[in-house]
């Protein structure tokens, strides 16, 4: 670690010291009339001159000045955009050595003769951009996530592994993701998000950000970083529009889903709202092999577990913003979801001792769970002033959430016993699990902008949550012969009530400075906690407090017009989703079930990365991160009955090394594509049971994603990934991959869009991998219906360019993605 960070001194010191004397690109003017009055409220769009990519825009004050800022070396030109009025082109100028604030000359916009449709300059996005800090999935637009839900799109992204079966997100190679919603957690566990995105349909998602070095102004809890989903929003001024959307889907099951959206704007109020709802059929296999050699002699148990599934889900967004000035908006926002999923299916449990079959067991399953989520939120948003200081004034944010929420599953099992003929052995035995699991989030921040001028801005804020959870599990069992009624009988060994509570208080600093080719920001996080998990029927109580400290560092380094470079580092830190110290029993199959650990430990993470982008197009970064207390699950087996209990600890440390490279290719002028390519280096080094664990193993992940415009306003996409072979804790998984296309035509002048996709087209998305530690010896696989062929139509009404608060980010992120 030292030698890096002095080869990272010897490399960027002197070329900071050399830098230039401080300066930034600017560009102002005025807007005005034929009559040569000024014109208020007129948006003006700075365009790269190349290819009119937009890049910022404003609004003309009631001087009809404008100004854009922080704006690097390049060719631009302004236009005006405004209803009612013609567009204006200005020349040609640029920014860079010798001009960086240009004045430009004014800006004459006349009427039109009618009344005009959108004015709008857009440049088609790709489905993945690369930036040097981030990677950005544009969902909007897609059309393989079209149709699908947040969590298959998420598949598509690069470098990001999901793995429904072990309920795990990783990111270039990493565990202990926080998954964030419009920039905010949602303070649940990584089994209740995965639930979450697979009952939040893509047409509600905007863009999907991949940060893997946040600033200070984010929770400091994902050691591997963070993934935003942010949810579309509006963006004009007119006064009402909305879209309607039905599709249908078909795998080996029928899928439907419609959604309603609607934007209003009167006066000083802005409304949005959505309602979804979604069904969806799908089914899910997964088998394993257990060899076990009990008294010597080898015994195979080979179990094969088919889980047909239908789900239902309502969602709704609905808020307001109000702006009782020009300074200042109040917002709320209400949103909720209400899920119900019942499974029904059977696992087959086949034993052969020596080769021989001998007997088998069936359990069959009915299982059902219900989810009721309903959050609110109220927010203020505060500009002291906008035209000081460089165009950026102060400003104050004020968040308040409340979120409460339950999930009540129920299980049903029932086991039969049979010989080698077939023939039934004894009484079947059945078990019944009711669990009420409630959570209840309290949050609130304050964000805080001072910018001294135009090149020093100061972020400071703070943040408390308070989480209480309560889980009252219920465990029966009973033995019956075929239509014998026999009472249930309380499991007091299974039974259990876990209650928990979390206490964070954060607050942040941080500070960003600007040269002509060096930026740096520096960020600190203070975050003191308090927990108490108690088991109630077992009387244990296990309480912590701790304080941690965590710093940021960002500096970037620009090289003419086309290179730059990036150095960043942070200090962050995962606690345990809170059901992984719940230590009450669940049930998967007769050999196999999961318990929680109360005295989980946080894990803490210091990770670097250097970056490098040319033309904003091309990037090749490498990280490395050092985690201690690693969180993870492992499987402990009883070696006489052969079942596994799967828990949860610390491993001692995880060392990542990863390297990046994205770049574009347009191989026509209808042809466009991305290709992504991240290789990671990972490397576990721990002791269970007294037998080392020291894994390390190379992985690969690769992604091509193109685009294809054709005529009569047909588009289509194509999407593949490929992942190499990889290790988690103790299993080493094998290599998947898939492939995806989609096609879309607009209709009626753009007014509707029709889209058919069709996703993993060689159903090669499954997770096959072994366990070879100590005793144990077995391999699984698990998949589900992921190749289907959807059918998606969008009509919108209105004006399609709506701006309102749709967007609006809510305080608690983290905590809910820990809930359960």
Known sequence: ?????????????????????????????????????????????????????????????????????VIPSGNYRVVTSGVGFRKTYSEVFAIGEGQWSYQLPGLVVRQEGRQLADVTVKAQKPFIEQQLDKTVLNVENSLVASGGTALEVLEKAPGVV?????????????????????????????????????????????????????????????????????????????????????????????KYNTALTLNARTGRWSWFGNYTYDHRNYWSVATIDRRLTPDGKPLLIRQETYRPI?????????????????????????????????????????????????????????????????????????????????????????????????????????????????????????QRLNTVSKALIRAAKAD??????????????????????KNDLRFETKRAEEEQTVPWQLDTNRTNQFEYREIIHAGYLTGRRNWTRWTLQLGLRLEQTRTEAQSVTARQTVERSYLNLFPTVSLTRSVGEKHQFQYSFSRRIDRPDYQYLNPFIRIFSPYAYQQGNPYLKPQYADAFQLGYS?????????????????????????????????????????????????????????????????????????????????????STNLTSNHA????????????????????????????????SVGFQKT????????????????????????????????????????????????????????????????VSEEEQRRMN
């Open 708 to 739: 294809f415009v054709f005529a009569h306003g047909i588009t289509a996409e194509l999407a593949a990934s490929y992942n190499s072979p990889y290790v988690y804790s103790q299993n080493k998984m094998r290599a998947f991959g898939q492939i």
């Open 747 to 810: 209709l009626w002048q753009k007014k509707a869009t029709l889209r058919f996709n069709w996703s993993d087209l060689f159903q090669t998305q499954r997770f096959r991998g072994t366990v070879q530690f100590q005793q144990m010896d077995f391999r699984f696989a698990t998949y589900g219906e992921t190749r289907v062929a959807r059918l998606t139509f969008t009509y919108h009404f209105g004006n399609r360019e709506l701006k309102g608060a749709g967007n609006r980010r809510t």
């Open 448 to 469: 805080y902008t001072h910018p001294f001028d135009r090149r020093t801005t100061l972020e400071m804020g703070w943040k408390s949550s308070y989480v209480t959870l």
């Open 1 to 69: 670690m030292n030698k890096i960070l002095r080869i990272l001194t010897i490399l960027l010191v002197p070329g900071f010291l050399s830098a230039q004397p401080p300066n930034l690109g600017g560009v102002s003017g005025l807007v005005r009339d034929s009559l040569g009055k000024p014109v208020e409220k007129m948006t003006l769009l700075l365009l790269k001159a190349s290819d009119s990519t937009l890049v910022k825009g404003a609004v003309s004050n009631s001087q009809g000045a404008y100004e854009f800022e």
């Open 162 to 254: 999901v793995d429904a079966q072990s309920e795990r997100i990783s990111l270039k190679g990493r565990d202990n993701v926080l998954v964030m919603i419009d920039g905010k957690p949602t303070y649940l566990s990584t089994g209740q998000v995965m639930d979450l995105l697979r009952n939040t349909p893509s047409n509600t998602v905007e863009t999907i950000e991949l940060i893997t070095n946040p600033p200070a102004r984010y929770d400091a809890a994902g050691t591997a970083g963070l993934i935003n989903i942010r949810l579309k929003r509006n963006k004009s001024s007119q006064p009402l529009n909305g879209n309607l959307t039905a599709g249908l889907g078909q795998g080996r099951f029928l």
């Open 614 to 698: 040319y033309q904003d197009e091309t990037t090749v970064t490498f990280n490395y991160t050092k985690t201690r207390d690693v969180i993870v699950d492992i499987n402990e087996q009883n070696d006489t009955t052969g079942a596994t209990r799967i828990t949860f600890t610390n491993l001692a440390r995880q060392t990542n090394l990863g390297l990046s490279l994205s770049t574009p290719l347009r191989l026509t002028r209808w042809w466009s594509s991305r290709h992504t390519a991240s290789v990671s280096y990972n490397q576990y080094r721990a002791e269970l049971g007294g037998s080392p664990l020291n894994y390390t193993w190379w």
């Open 310 to 430: 239908q789900n239902a889900s309502h969602t709704f967004r609905l808020g307001a913003d109000f702006a009782p000035n020009r300074h200042s908006t109040v917002g709320f926002l209400l949103n909720g979801m209400k899920v119900g999923n019942r499974s029904q299916g059977g696992t087959g449990s086949d034993l052969y001792q020596s080769g021989t079959l001998t007997s088998s067991e069936r359990t069959e399953n009915d299982n059902k769970r219900t989810v009721d989520r309903l959050a609110a939120n109220l927010n203020f948003r505060h500009r002291f002033d906008t035209t000081s200081r460089g165009g950026q004034g102060r400003e104050l944010l004020l968040d308040m959430d409340y979120s409460d929420a339950a999930f009540r599953p129920t299980e049903l099992f029932s086991t039969r016993y049979r010989n080698a003929q077939g023939t039934e052995t004894g009484p079947r035995d059945f």
